[in-house]
């Protein structure tokens, strides 16, 4: 079975301080797609990256970052010096390795980044 | 290019009513979902098509919920009679057909039910 766990619920920080968005995930493939999505108020979900399980190479992406590690199942989410328009929900998410197919959802970390 | 197109945005009923949300997906996305998010935690696959055929509606509850893409274009997804825990956003997306996919799916801005 596939699961997807994001064990911190909410995390608040100040503006300009770094944060980490942690996503643990379950899966017998041995390849397959991770992703990270955005969601702010407004309600739309937005896609932020996908990781193919072949590729453990880290990312940047101006302010973000992303920890990919096989050994420990795990893939983190960082944002560098935080602003206030990165307040919202991101879900880490997981999918098979096959084009049209599902994502299974973690349940998502609130972040709020105060001024 | 227009992305994926949800109605009604929001909608309150009484428990036991009935309500129908309509999904129109990308131009050429072969393939369709409807996710259930209730509110504080992540979205649930409720089901999925390709083209106009159902690819898994394994968690959808069947007994109240229904669903159908009769074109393979837009789909409505129905539930009769509604009850309190149906309370919840109603996200349609799509992706592309095989061959073109990346595995993202594009997700519309959601249908927000209340059910009092």
């Known amino acids: 079975a596939q699961k997807v766990t994001q064990a911190q619920t909410e995390i608040s920080v100040v503006e300009k301080e770094d944060v980490t968005l942690d996503c643990v995930y379950e899966t017998r493939d041995t390849t397959y797609y991770l992703f990270w999505y955005k969601q702010p108020p407004s309600g739309e979900l937005v896609f932020l990256i996908r990781r193919n399980s072949f590729d453990e190479q880290n990312e940047i992406s101006g302010r973000y970052s992303w920890n990919f590690q096989k050994s420990t199942s795990s893939f983190n989410f960082t944002i560098t010096a935080s602003q206030v328009v990165d307040s919202a929900v991101y879900f880490c998410a997981l999918s098979r390795n096959q084009a049209g197919t599902a994502l299974i959802f973690g349940k998502g970390t609130t972040l709020s980044v105060s001024s | 290019e227009a992305g994926v197109a949800q109605s009604p945005r929001y909608k309150i009923i009484e428990k036991r009513q009935s309500v129908a949300f309509w999904c129109n997906p990308i131009?050429?996305?072969?393939?369709l979902y409807w996710y259930q998010q209730i509110l504080g935690q992540g979205p649930k696959l409720l089901i999925q098509f390709q083209n106009n055929g159902v690819v898994d509606d394994s968690q959808l509850p069947k007994d109240r919920f229904s669903a159908e893409r009769l074109k393979g274009v837009d789909s409505t997804l129905k539930i009769q009679p509604a009850k309190l825990e149906d309370s919840a956003v109603y996200l349609c997306?799509?992706?592309?057909?095989?061959?073109?996919?990346?595995?993202?799916?594009?997700f519309g801005e959601g249908s927000r039910l209340t059910v009092l």
């Open positions: 131009s050429g996305h072969a393939t």
């Open positions: 997306a799509s992706s592309p057909p095989k061959g073109a996919a990346t595995g993202e799916l594009f």
